[in-house]
């Protein structure tokens, strides 16, 4: 059973969740997961002057790598609410893959990044529903499956029952091993799950 796990991150925030979801996937037995990014949709000069690091070594995905993959937990930052437009862009070039309707059935999840505790933890989670829902895909949430890590109230911490999260503040502000905990979380039941979906298909 394949599953990918598929984000964009400008400052590392989503990339260090998407790392720690990998692993939480890899731990079920069975599951191969692999790691992708969307492609960039800024110049570099731009990038530079936004201050973003350099693009990490994962490779770039195309729609047509979606295709084999048998569950995806999809992840990004948010700009005003909803994913960041460069995931957007790429999900505005799977077309031939929702005419066909090559995903419909396949489960996926979401995780994310937001700049502040109103920024959007909820909304664009929310809101990137619609692209799973057009595909026919089968949003998986996390609910409360994470235990006593959902009620935490004594520390500042991201995520919801719709998936993991973090807060990137000015961009200082790096994912808690709170919030790392959570997206372990996610990789491994989104993965039981997954596998699941595949054996009684």
Do not use: N
């Not at 590392?12 to 720690?20: F, I, K, M, Q, Y």
């Not at 890590?149 to 808690?176: H, L, N």
């Amino acid at each position: 059973m394949y599953s990918l796990v598929l984000y964009y991150s400008m400052y590392g925030h989503v990339a260090r969740l998407a790392e720690d979801i990998k692993k939480g996937a890899d731990s079920v037995e069975g599951v191969e997961v692999k790691l992708w990014q969307v492609p960039e949709t800024l110049p570099e000069e731009v990038l530079g002057k936004m201050g973003a690091p350099p693009k990490s070594d994962v490779p770039i995905i195309t729609p047509s790598d979606l295709a084999e993959a048998d569950g995806f937990l999809l992840g990004f930052p948010t700009r005003f609410g909803m994913m960041a437009a460069q995931f957007k862009a790429f999900m505005d070039s799977t077309g031939g893959l929702w005419g066909t309707q090559q995903l419909a059935g396949k489960p996926a999840g979401i995780f994310y990044s937001t700049a502040s505790q109103g920024g959007g933890q909820e909304t664009t989670a929310l809101t990137a529903i619609t692209q799973l829902v057009h595909h026919g895909m089968i949003f998986v949430p996390i609910g409360y499956t994470y235990g006593a890590g959902m009620f935490e109230i004594e520390e500042v911490k991201g995520g919801s029952p719709y998936g993991a999260g973090t807060y990137a503040g000015d961009g200082t502000r790096q994912p808690t091993e709170l919030e790392l905990g959570q997206a372990l979380h996610q990789g491994k039941y989104f993965a039981g799950i997954a596998k699941k979906f595949k054996g009684t298909a």
